[in-house]
């Protein structure tokens, strides 16, 4: 096990700069998920840490020690790809053995380490299969199976997901932090799909446009956003953002929307008709007798929710409710958000208010 430190990290091809200087601390046998839009860098961040795209700038240190220049083989990390990355000619017990038989280890440590990551994996009775005779779910376990046996300080996964249907991810994302619990292998893992990253990560960093938006757990990341950026692409539904102004009453502050006013709490001056973004997440966002007025767009029944999707001031609303009501398309109703449950943002640079 060892820790990942990456100081002011940069990439270019050619004049083109993909990573702006990151700094990133990684602790040892901490589950840490790179998320962020397609684009962002994740992927290529990723790939300098395993050493499979060079580096035009800064640090890269696992254990403490620099590997900037040291290749794949010398860094000792694993890496899972998103497409299994299998030998279609071997069995499985074969492909998860064959880094392990190219480091000319015995054999019977080979085979010892084989079977235990197999019964860790729920492998055994597929050792002597090829994997063609596999489902996705079980090459993505021979897949996760080749990283385990050789050990190493750091693992790195690649979007592992991806190719995988919605009922197969959501098992393999709970077998995937159940592994790292067994193992306590510092991790690193690229998504672009924010519930994974909420559901896995013990702290996750959100690059934008080769940026760091934000790194903190994901409940930090969830109840405080740093930015209107974080704000909408962490939580499903994302936070609603509505144009909002500034009020200061008796030693309050209030929210204006079209209208409608919402108490923010007790403050200084905040400066009469000052621009502000206001962010509500969907689960804050309730009916009421009055306040925003929006009309029902679309109404969506998951059963133990109701999502509600509306139309006000403009913009697109989402709220979900706990409960069944009945709502139809077309219907006028009134929103307020939940008292204290309100966000700010700077509308000319999305910046937080606090």
């Known amino acids: 096990m060892a820790n990942v430190t990456i100081r002011t990290l940069r990439k270019s091809y050619g004049e083109l700069e993909v990573i702006h200087g990151l700094d990133i601390d990684i602790a040892d046998g901490e589950f840490v998920v790179l998320v962020g839009p397609s684009g962002c860098g994740k992927s290529t961040l990723l790939r300098m840490i395993a050493g499979l795209e060079d580096i035009t700038s800064g640090e890269i240190r696992i254990a403490d020690k620099l590997v900037n220049n040291l290749p794949p083989a010398e860094r000792d990390i694993a890496m899972v790809f998103q497409n299994y990355a299998l030998y279609p000619h071997k069995t499985v ?15 019977a440590e080979v085979k010892e380490r084989v079977e235990k990551a197999a019964e860790v994996l729920g492998l055994t009775p597929y050792l002597d299969r090829y994997p063609r005779a596999l489902s ?15 050990d190493p300080q750091v693992f790195l996964f690649d979007e592992p997901l991806s190719n995988l249907d919605a009922k197969l991810r959501v098992q393999m994302r709970a077998e995937i932090r159940e592994l790292h619990q067994r193992l306590s292998t510092t991790t690193v893992y690229v998504t672009h799909d924010q519930i994974e990253a909420m559901t896995m990560a013990d702290k996750i960093v959100v690059l934008r446009d080769g940026h760091v938006a934000q790194i903190g757990t994901p409940l930090e990341l969830y109840d405080k956003p740093a930015n209107a950026f974080v704000a909408e692409f962490i939580g499903s539904p ?66 133990s929710e109701t999502h509600i999707i509306l139309r006000a001031n403009g913009s697109e609303l989402t709220t979900v409710l706990r409960d069944r009501r009945e709502f139809k398309p077309g219907q006028q109703i009134y929103l ?16 937080r208010i606090d």
Do not use: C, Y
Not at 240 to 254: P, V
């Open 136 to 150: 996705g779910g079980q090459r993505q376990r021979v897949a996760m199976g080749r990283a385990i046996v050789r």
């Open 336 to 351: 307020r958000p939940e008292s204290g449950a309100v966000h700010l943002f700077d509308p000319s640079n999305g910046a």
């Open 93 to 107: 017990a074969a492909n998860m053995a064959f880094a392990l038989r190219m480091r000319r280890m015995p054999k």
């Open 238 to 303: 994302s936070m609603n953002l509505l144009d909002a102004t500034l009020q200061h009453r008796d030693g309050e502050i209030w929210a204006e929307v079209d209208g409608a006013r919402f108490p923010i709490g007790g403050g200084r001056d905040a400066g009469d008709g000052r621009p502000v973004k206001l962010g509500i997440r969907p689960e804050n966002l309730l009916p009421d007798n009055d306040g925003l007025p929006a009309e029902v767009a679309v109404v969506e029944q998951t059963g």
